[in-house]
């Protein structure tokens, strides 16, 4: 719970709040923009919830930050925030919420699918969360696109009989009990609507997802940023090899994707000739970085 002794001075007075133990993952900015920004070098509520929808919303970012950093001092109830998880995206593609500090805040999402479900990286394990999944037809597949964000995975796992995939060159003893291991840098082809493609360089075994020809799970290796309307890459979290991310980054352009859902950042729908201009412009810009 977020402790009112702990509250950041930044914030404007009402009932909702932030305390300093916020990590700055930006969830709390992307669910409830019209109460929380970025204020120093953490979140803070800049003007309370106005209405329903306003305090709905606010409720949403309560239950998904994974620190536990907003705090509401008019005991509103987050019953129906709660319920709100997993929250539709797109046609079958859902948001989990229930951000988990182990993978500090990533997003982790839901695709729905005749063939079996596949949850995109784990957020924290929630009973009501399982209850949910469980409802839309739980977890066959748990597609682990690196070790920073793998989170609750062998709670999910064990509550769903799914099966993990994850990258040989990012698994550690953590992650030992992965049922599929891919290695190479090659796309394996998962299910007839399902890519992996190994995109290397935010760490050494990063993978990316991609689902029919439209949805780009892109994990840590890029994002849309708002400041500069279109994707992005971050060198100063590119922990293996700024070079390997740029020609995945250029593997990419193999692929046609509507959508990018990543776990870090915002995520942005455009059509696929936008996506595609975005993604050379995007390695434009790396190429101007030195490693």
Not at 45 to 65: D, H, I, N
Not at 186 to 205: F, K, M, Y
Request: charged share 25%; aromatic share 8%; glycine share 8%.
């Amino acid at each position: 719970m977020a402790l009112i002794g702990l509250t950041r001075p930044e914030n404007v007075g009402g009932d909702f709040y932030v305390d300093s133990s916020c990590i700055d993952c930006d969830l709390c900015r992307q669910i409830a923009p019209e109460t929380f920004a970025r204020i120093g070098e953490q979140s803070a509520v800049y003007r309370q919830p106005e209405g329903r929808a306003g305090e709905f919303a606010a409720l949403k970012a309560l239950v998904t930050c994974p620190t536990a950093s907003i705090g509401d001092l008019g005991q509103h109830s987050a019953k129906l925030a709660v319920e709100a998880y997993p929250e539709l995206v797109d046609d079958e593609v859902y948001f989990c919420g229930f951000a988990s500090e182990s993978s500090y805040g990533a997003s982790s999402y839901l695709i729905v699918r005749p063939e079996g479900n596949v949850l995109v990286d784990s957020p924290r394990f929630a009973r009501p969360l399982a209850k949910r999944i469980a409802a839309l037809g739980g977890v066959n597949l748990m597609f682990l696109t690196h070790q920073d964000d793998v989170a609750d995975h062998r709670a999910w796992a064990e509550r769903f009989g799914a099966e993990r995939i994850m990258h040989r060159d990012d698994i550690r003893h953590a992650h030992a009990a992965m049922e599929r291991v891919l290695s190479g840098r090659g796309a394996v082809r998962l299910d007839h609507d399902l890519i992996a493609v190994p995109t290397p360089g935010h760490t050494r075994g990063h993978m990316v997802l991609l689902y029919r020809d439209r949805f780009l799970f892109s994990g840590d290796h890029a994002r849309w940023s708002d400041s500069i309307q279109s994707l992005h890459a971050s060198r100063d979290v590119c922990w293996y090899s700024w070079p390997e991310q740029i020609h995945s980054m250029e593997r990419l352009l193999d692929y046609d994707f509507e959508w990018v859902l990543p776990g870090h950042g915002r995520r942005a729908h455009r059509t696929a000739a936008e996506m595609r201009q975005h993604l050379r412009d995007c390695i434009v810009r790396m190429k101007t970085i030195d490693d």
